[in-house]
Structure formats: structure tokens, C-alpha cells
């Protein structure tokens, strides 16, 4: 087994700026407690300033003035982390949150299916990097020593048990996972590589520290193994931003729904599911929540393509008051069954997809604006289709006779001398069960302009043309 390890150094910074349509402004996250707040984390325009970590807040407003103070959100800090478990399900069926800002994966069985480890790596880092988010990444023959190695290492990737062995044995000993008291004895010891500890008899570690030391260096080494509970993908998709201020207008509610979009189908494709219905609720500071809900005809997982539909539906929307919060709802994950595609498509790589366009379509101008087309069996020309569901019709196939394909919404009277008639008429007698009985003579026809028609005359009144369809 392999064991890949993605450390999330800043992850409660991250967090914050990937919420932010600001990441450039000088921003600082704040701790400790009320007497005396710390600079726990500082963005790079903040750092230009002067500030660090570990500055207390009265330092840092007396050094530099003109940075934004924003306090850690541990819910929010949870639900980014549930996504990127989500993330890595996509890579590993055993995804692992046992230590903090952390995820274990064990890789060795997916290398077969996404390549060399070289590949898989870098594919994570480019995913990891658009998600906003800055990583340590280790590969190892145990979570453990994959864990403690990176620690000190990033990019780093021993698979076999020795190659582990002889990476841990030069890692320091502050490093190595000990706890700050055990670690602190071995240095006044003059222990400073896991290697030296390592050489100790067993019982004398046993006789002058607790058993948990000798059981981590165990599992340090792979000859005890950590019991870790695995990432199990939820029955649904609960996601939120907390808006920096009140918000009045659709465009800076675009910037935290593409974020909320962009998750989703990170969530989405790790469970290798999609989506036909949204549920946005804009949460105001008074009175209760907006509703906007996003339907689709079929199931979905592309971001863009979802962004754009609810964009369509928010843009549609009044707001009736400030919103505070933006929350998106997922309760329904059906099977998402992608689209074929010929090897050899002529389609231009940008061009869209029916569905895709039926899609923004019916988010652009409502949901009953869109329809499909059915075949109904009867003769009269007006009376042989009906409307349907979007996702029903299309599928008329080849039209019976020679018959249009597109109708007029109501007969043009033809002047003489305008036109020519081609071959021979076609008669249609029927509807008499229902009392709109037609008896007409059908004719092709060419205009001066080279268009093609079709027409007819009413047998009971000869010798006048009425357009009722143009030939493509």
C-alpha cells in the first residue's frame, strides 16, 4: 500500500480568501482570546506591510494601518474540509480527516488507473491550486510516516518500507509527531534525528517514557497500524458562504455562487453523481430566507454549466432585502450518465450541446418557454404534432410524405404570378369526427426567390393558394 499525504498548511486563511473576491487587499486572521488578540495567519499584502504571525493585534495596528482583521470560521473551515475528502473519494476509496488540516489517501491501487504517481501528483497540485488552496504533498508506505515527513518535506515519495525507513530516520525529532515534552527530553539528551531513538533498547524507552512513544515509533515504521476512520460521501450537498456585508445586487452574489458551484461539483464528481435540482437560499439579516430553486431536465455535474443556470435564475430574481448568506441545497444525487461523443465529432470544440443550450435556454427565458415536439397521428398537417417536454420530444425522425418542417402559425393567402407549382397535389380529407373536417388539395411550390413551399386549396373554394409551410 501507498499512502499519499495532503497537508493544508493554511488552510484556515485559505478558507477565508477563496471566499473573498478581494485576495490582494491586506488581510489578517485574528486569535486568542479578547484581552489580547494574535495575528494567527497573514495574507502575502499583509506580510508586504510588515505584519507576521504571532504579532499581537496592538503591535500590528501600530506598525501598519489599512489591513482587514477576519476571524477563523470552524464551520466553514469543516465544510471545506468535508469537500476536499469529497475531492479525494474522486482518487481513493479510502480518504482519511484523522489528523487536523489533513488528508491521508491511500493511492497505491488508483496508480493503475490514473497513472504514475508523477502524474497523479501534479494533477492533484493543479485541482488543489484552483480550489485556492496551498499543500504540502507526501508519498509514503504508511499514513503515519507520510503524515510526520511532511512535516519537513513536500514532494517527497518513498514506496517502499526501507525507502521510509531511511527518510524518517533523518527526520528531526521536533518533527517526527513526539509529543513537545518527549521531544524536549530526547534533545536534552542530545537526540536530534528519529535514527538516534531509534538505536535505543526498547527497554529502556519503555522504563523512562510512556508506552504511546513506542507505539507511534511503531507506527512510525509500519509495524503497528493506525486505525483510521475513512470518509464515507453524504447523502446530500450542504454548502454555504458568509458574505463579508450586506448585499443588494445580483453581481456580488456571482462571485461566492460560482465558489458554492465550483465545490458542488467537486462533491459531485467524487461521488461520480450528478445533479437536476438546486436549491438557493439567500439568507437576509431579517425575516426569513429567499428561495430560488434550479431545475434541469437531465442530470448535470459541469460547473460551468451550472453556474450559468443559476446565474440565469438569480438574475431573474428581485431581492427583496439584504442578504447576509448564500446557501446551497442538494438533497436529490441521481446517476449522472455522460454524453456520447463520436471519436471523430465535427462539432468545433466550443460548441455546445443541445442539452447544454436547452439548459440555459430554459434558465434565460423560464422553464415553460422551451419545449419539445411530439409526432401525433393524424393527417391534417396542423393537428399532426403536439408539444411536449423538453426532454420528450426532439425525436420526431423523418417526416411522413413530403411535409415541412416548419408550419405557420396561420395560412398566408399566395398572390397569382408569385409562385410555381411543382408536381402533383396531395389530398387530405379528414377531421370530421371532431368538427374541424378539412378537404384540401396540397402542392409544392417555388417562389421568385427561389423558396420552396407548401400549399393548398380548399376543394370547396378552387383556385386560391394558402401558404401553410416553408421547406428547409
Known amino acids: 500500500m501507498l499512502w499519499a499525504c495532503i497537508v493544508l498548511p493554511q488552510l484556515a486563511l485559505d478558507t477565508v480568501l477563496r471566499d473573498r473576491d478581494d485576495p490582494h487587499t491586506p488581510l489578517v486572521l485574528l486569535g486568542g482570546p479578547t484581552q489580547r488578540r494574535v495575528l494567527q495567519a497573514v495574507n502575502g499584502a499583509a506580510a508586504a506591510l510588515g505584519l507576521r504571525a504571532g504579532q499581537s493585534l496592538t503591535a500590528a495596528r501600530a506598525l501598519a494601518d489599512g489591513f482587514n482583521c477576519v476571524e477563523a470560521d470552524p464551520a466553514r473551515i469543516e465544510q471545506v474540509e468535508q469537500m476536499l475528502a469529497a475531492w479525494a473519494y474522486g482518487y481513493s476509496a479510502q480518504v482519511s480527516l484523522h489528523y487536523p ?7 497505491g491501487s488508483s496508480l493503475q488507473l490514473f497513472g504514475s504517481w508523477a502524474q497523479v501528483q501534479a494533477r492533484m497540485r493543479e485541482q488543489l491550486q484552483g480550489f485556492g488552496l496551498r499543500q504540502r504533498i507526501v508519498l509514503a508506505a504508511n ?18 518500507p526501507e525507502q521510509t525507513r531511511a527518510a524518517l530516520a533523518q527526520l528531526p525529532i521536533e518533527r517526527s509527531g513526539l509529543p513537545g515534552e518527549v521531544a524536549e527530553a530526547f534533545a536534552r539528551m542530545g537526540l536530534r534525528r528519529v535514527q538516534q531513538v531509534l538505536e535505543l533498547p526498547r527497554e529502556a524507552l519503555a522504563r523512562r517514557f510512556p508506552a504511546s512513544v513506542q507505539l507511534h515509533l511503531d507506527q512510525l515504521l509500519g509495524l503497528r497500524r493506525l486505525p483510521l476512520a475513512f470518509y464515507e460521501p453524504p447523502q446530500r450537498f450542504d454548502a454555504f458562504v458568509e458574505l463579508n456585508f450586506d448585499v443588494e445586487s445580483h453581481e456580488a452574489l456571482l462571485f461566492p455562487l460560482r465558489r458554492l458551484i465550483a465545490d458542488l461539483a467537486v462533491f459531485l464528481l467524487g461521488r461520480d453523481c450528478g445533479v437536476q435540482r438546486l436549491d438557493l437560499h439567500l439568507e437576509h439579516a431579517q425575516g426569513q430566507s429567499t428561495l430560488l430553486k434550479v431545475g434541469l431536465l437531465s442530470a448535470e455535474r459541469d460547473a460551468g454549466l451550472l453556474f450559468e443556470l443559476a446565474r440565469g435564475r438569480l438574475e431573474a430574481l428581485r431581492i427583496p432585502a439584504p442578504v447576509r448568506k448564500l446557501r446551497l441545497q442538494v438533497d436529490d444525487l441521481p446517476r449522472f450518465v455522460p454524453s456520447h461523443q463520436g471519436l471523430f465529432d465535427p462539432r468545433a470544440a466550443q460548441a455546445q450541446s443541445w442539452e447544454q443550450l436547452r439548459e440555459r435556454l430554459r434558465a434565460r427565458l423560464g422553464d415553460t418557454a422551451v419545449n419539445g415536439l411530439s409526432v401525433h397521428s393524424d393527417h391534417r398537417p396542423e393537428q399532426a404534432w403536439r408539444s411536449a417536454e423538453a426532454a420528450q420530444g426532439l425525436a420526431l425522425g423523418p417526416l411522413a410524405g413530403q411535409r415541412p418542417g416548419w408550419l405557420l402559425a396561420d395560412p398566408q393567402k399566395l398572390a397569382p404570378s408569385t409562385f410555381t407549382v411543382l408536381g402533383q397535389p396531395e389530398r387530405i380529407e379528414s377531421g370530421w369526427w371532431d368538427g374541424s373536417d378539412v378537404r384540401r388539395d396540397y402542392f ?17 373554394q378552387p383556385g386560391q393558394l394558402w401558404l401553410q409551410g416553408w421547406f428547409a
Open 143 to 160: 499514513p503515519v510516516a507520510a503524515r510526520m515527513l511532511a512535516n519537513a518535506h513536500d514532494g517527497l515519495a518513498v514506496t517502499t
Open 444 to 460: 409544392r411550390i417555388e417562389t421568385r426567390e427561389g423558396l420552396r413551399g407548401w400549399a393548398y386549396q380548399d376543394i370547396a
Open 101 to 107: 488540516r489533513t488528508l491521508l489517501l491511500e493511492v
